[in-house]
């Protein structure tokens, strides 16, 4: 069999597991915290006000499964060449292990603090959603400018940057090609070296935003691609082949039925002819969809990417203003503290073989159950680095 490459995962050597001792039974896990009190200057003499201790509690549920299973028939077995089951369970483990990994990378949404194009004197305001264009002479910038939005958190140690080959391409160019710079390094769980305090750690799976603009309707024929999947818009009603979408009456109802489309909401059959209709794309190209979830913004839609590091997109769009905002398609480089995202995984990535009754064949099933949870005192350790995927 020919080999495949897999995603290596980083959320091994960076999450926090130390719940699963406690979660023997059950699917909940609850951690409180407590408000601040604050220090008051005291009169003799004078009566003082008291306050009061609160807590607020949080949970960590255990809810999310995911399962890859196949059909393999005996026969079929016997007469394969390669040790089908045995090669393809090692691969499903795998594939499951990267679901956990994009999960883990995709919590840059729950951090408290960010780096993005104002952070970097690109301009613009703070928190406005634009990204910043990473180069070989501002890259020392960034890892100075995350470190001191933990430093100003009180967050000082056990630090990490888990950075993507692009940030790695810019980074080695800076330090002109010599990795000894990063230290020693032993691989294990994408670890590649050290940098201003930062264990780094190498990955394809962080997380991944866009935005598309759609204030104006789409025009009969028009496309947006998406990681390659082409979503081609038809006259109203009449959505037919793959891929396509009806562009509705208003503009408003186009990016809802655009976003249904991108989601798989309510595919309906090819030909059916009704208003609010779009036709699912093929298995391959949904495959190639997987993790990237559409919002409604009415006038506009956000992509959010778990897993999938770099997404190329592009557009056709008749009305000038529908595009995507080149500044606001964003990979998310996630920095922090180990351990300040916790994860409970009941049952880790595991084949099991299920004789069929009745049939001379077997199910092979993979499956993994987990909670994954950022507490609040982890979202004050963790830092989203927002850089331009674009400009890559």
Not at 308 to 319: D, I, M, R
Request: net charge negative; with cysteine.
């Amino acid at each position: 069999m020919q080999r495949k490459h897999y995603k290596q995962d980083v959320y091994r050597a960076l999450a926090s597991f130390r719940e699963e001792e406690v979660l023997q039974r059950g699917d909940t896990i609850n951690r409180a915290y407590q408000n601040t009190l604050e220090v008051k200057d005291y009169t003799r003499g004078t009566a003082f006000t008291t306050q009061f201790p609160q807590d607020t509690n949080e949970q960590l549920t255990v809810t999310t499964s995911k399962i890859l299973p196949f059909y393999m028939n005996d026969l079929d077995e016997i007469q394969h060449n390669w040790g089908i089951i045995k090669s393809r369970a090692e691969e499903l483990a795998v594939q499951l292990g990267n679901e956990l990994d994009g999960d883990f990378l995709g919590e840059y949404d729950q951090a408290d603090h960010y780096v993005a194009n104002y952070e970097m004197g690109g301009g613009g305001s703070a928190n406005d959603g634009i990204g910043f264009t990473l180069t070989t002479a501002n890259v020392q910038k960034m890892f100075s400018t995350v470190q001191k939005k933990l430093a100003r958190a009180n967050v000082f140690k056990d630090l990490f940057f888990v950075i993507t080959p692009d940030v790695q391409d810019v980074l080695l160019q800076y330090l002109a090609g010599k990795e000894s710079a990063l230290g020693d390094s032993t691989g294990l769980n994408g670890h590649v070296g050290k940098y201003y305090g930062f264990d780094l750690y190498l990955s394809n799976a962080t997380g991944w935003s866009a935005r598309l603009e759609t204030a104006t309707i789409a025009v009969d024929t028009d496309t947006v691609v998406i990681n390659g999947v082409t979503f081609t818009a038809d006259a109203d009603g009449a959505a037919v082949g793959a891929g396509h979408w009806s562009i509705q009456g208003t503009a408003a109802l186009c990016t809802a039925q655009l976003v249904d489309a991108i989601n798989n909401g309510q595919a309906y059959a090819a030909g059916v002819g009704a208003v609010d209709t779009y036709i699912e794309i093929t298995a391959a190209n949904r495959t190639l969809m997987h993790g990237i979830v559409a919002t409604d913004g009415t006038t506009y839609l956000t992509l959010k990417g778990e897993g999938v590091g770099y997404v190329a997109v592009s557009e056709t769009l008749s009305p000038a203003d529908d595009i995507w905002t080149t500044t606001k398609q964003i990979q998310h480089c996630l920095a922090g503290k180990k351990g300040a995202v916790y994860m409970v995984i009941q049952k880790r990535p595991n084949v099991e073989v299920k004789d069929i009754y009745n049939d001379l064949g077997k199910n092979v099933v993979a499956w993994t159950l987990y909670g994954l949870k950022t507490f609040d005192d982890g979202d004050a350790e963790l830092v989203d680095c927002r850089i331009r995927s674009d400009g890559y």
